[in-house]
């Protein structure tokens, strides 16, 4: 072989394994890949089938159920418009109480219910997850706008 040839080769080579890698790692970003959606997009079926994603809202009061095993705890998250029942098999985190800001990671069954691996809660008073805090206004928007319809369409006239 040429010297020009054999720098040809190596190049080549070093473009293959370039690529190589390069689908490697993309192929495991993709799989660690988490997006956030909101009930009413869960509702709406935007929601990825067989794969992990975030929902995030507020755990409705009265709607945390606890199972005789101790470990196993259903609730209810809201964006004020649409509700999502969660399952949860594990520890909550202290600051996890009804009526606050969660976000809660797993994957939706075929029965509606979103089964979470993960459950994180906001860490002071004033803190909602940028994304969930977005939903429930869009949320509280849509549901004020509604109303008003109603009540200029009279529908509340007698």
Do not use: C
């Amino acid at each position: 072989m040429k010297p020009r040839q054999k720098r040809l080769a190596m190049i080549a080579g070093g473009l293959v394994a370039l690529g190589v890698a390069a689908a490697f790692v993309l192929a495991a970003f993709r799989e660690n890949l988490v997006f956030f959606f909101t009930p009413t997009q869960v509702e709406a079926k935007e929601v990825p089938q067989g794969r992990a994603f975030r929902i995030g809202g507020l755990v409705v009061p009265g709607t945390l159920k606890r199972q005789t095993d101790g470990l196993t705890v259903q609730f209810v998250v809201t964006d004020t418009a649409k509700n999502v029942p969660v399952v949860y098999r594990g520890i909550l985190p202290d600051l996890f109480r009804e009526g606050k800001g969660v976000v809660t990671q797993g994957k939706l069954g075929g029965d509606g219910v979103f089964y979470a691996s993960e459950v994180l809660a906001k860490h002071d008073e004033n803190y909602m997850p940028p994304a969930a805090a977005d939903a429930i206004k869009q949320a509280q928007s849509i549901n004020l706008k509604a109303t008003h319809t109603l009540v200029e369409g009279g529908a509340e006239r007698k």
